[in-house]
């Protein structure tokens, strides 16, 4: 793409007409691209230098971690660990949150990060991405208290995702819009390509992993029935779409319109999906486009975290498909 806007170019832009902002966030962005560059390059050769399959640990979800979940977080804590700027990541794949030793006097944000997203598709060379949100707190030397970190969604900074698919893509907000950037696989640079995305109103796809029907709230059940009725007034049936990659679920409704959603479950109301590094950098994403992120009851960027793994029921799409799931939770 000849002439096209890279994505530090892009950044920096956005911050000249903000001047009370510094680079920083661009530094902390142009890192991500790194690591993004290093992940792929990484997904790329898994099956020729042992890659693939599992390293036999589980992690704190009490998830198998597979070797590639683990080269990307320490791809991700690399690029971080002598860092002046970020003080703190937390991790889907760490315990507890890791304190960046230079940044403890002078970093001013905490990153979150789901480093590998969609590891079931590791094996079987389908999407995965990696999903951030990165959050404003204090040096720890000036006044900063551990977990200052916990913050809701609704004061992110910035967040977005990158997708390993046919191309590379990073899309990102700062709350100004969000863009989309793809990797020129010859530069190596990320190219702006396409700008200010905004969503369809609402969508004809729904995304879900229905074989967990049986074990929802009766409200979740009757909206999918719902969704499978004919109607051409309303569109319906809508179609299915599911990869197991939530990145790559969501850029899909991003780009199209209508919904994904990963229920609460009877006996696990909380859901499967994490708040801090998946569901609120998503929900900022989303509805930077015009569209909405929800539990089902409440916007999923009002809560208040308690800890730093916590689950959350996930509904996020275009705007009026979100607050039909929201209308048959209520009745
Ligand atoms: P992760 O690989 O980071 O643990 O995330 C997997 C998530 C998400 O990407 C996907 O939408 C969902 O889990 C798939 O879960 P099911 O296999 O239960 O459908
Ligand atoms: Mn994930
Ligand atoms: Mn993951």
Excluded at 164 to 182: A, C, E, M, N, R
Aim: net charge negative; hydrophobic share 35%; aromatic share 8%.
């Amino acid at each position: 793409m000849a002439g096209a806007i890279s994505l530090t170019q892009h950044i920096l832009q956005g911050e000249r007409q903000a001047p009370q902002e510094t680079g920083e966030i661009s530094g902390i962005m142009t890192q991500i691209a790194l690591v993004g560059q290093t992940i792929a390059r990484d997904l790329s050769q898994s099956g020729l230098i042992d890659l693939l399959g599992s390293t036999g640990q589980v992690n704190v979800q009490g998830e198998e971690v597979q070797k590639l979940d683990q080269k990307a977080n320490e791809s991700f804590v690399r690029a971080f660990e002598s860092s002046e700027v970020v003080r703190t990541l937390i991790s889907e794949e760490m315990e507890k949150p890791l304190h960046i030793v230079p940044a403890e006097r002078t970093g001013k944000y905490a990153l979150f990060f789901d480093p590998l997203d969609g590891s079931s598709n590791i094996d079987v060379n389908a999407p995965l991405g990696s999903i951030f949100s990165i959050h404003r707190v204090l040096p720890l030397t000036s006044g900063g208290k551990e977990p200052d970190f916990l913050k809701p969604g609704a004061e992110q900074v910035a967040a977005g995702y990158i997708l390993f698919g046919p191309s590379t893509i990073l899309v990102y907000t700062s709350g100004k819009g969000v863009h989309q950037f793809t990797l020129e696989p010859g530069s190596s640079e990320f190219l702006l390509s396409a700008s200010d995305i905004q969503m369809p109103s609402r969508g004809k796809v729904y995304s879900v992993n229905e074989g967990n029907y049986r074990k929802w709230p009766t409200g979740m059940q009757k909206f999918i029935d719902y969704l499978k009725e004919s109607d051409s007034a309303t569109g319906r049936p809508y179609s299915t779409r599911y990869t197991g990659c939530l990145a790559a679920d969501v850029h899909r409704i991003l780009l199209k319109g209508g919904l994904y959603l990963y229920p609460g479950e009877i006996k696990e109301p909380e859901g499967k999906l994490r708040l801090m590094y998946e569901a609120a950098p998503l929900s900022f994403v989303v509805e930077q486009a015009g569209g909405l992120g929800s539990t089902g009851a409440e916007r999923i960027n009002a809560i208040q975290p308690k800890t730093p793994h916590q689950r959350v029921p996930l509904v996020i799409g275009s705007r009026e498909d979100v607050e039909m799931v929201e209308k048959f939770m209520k009745e």
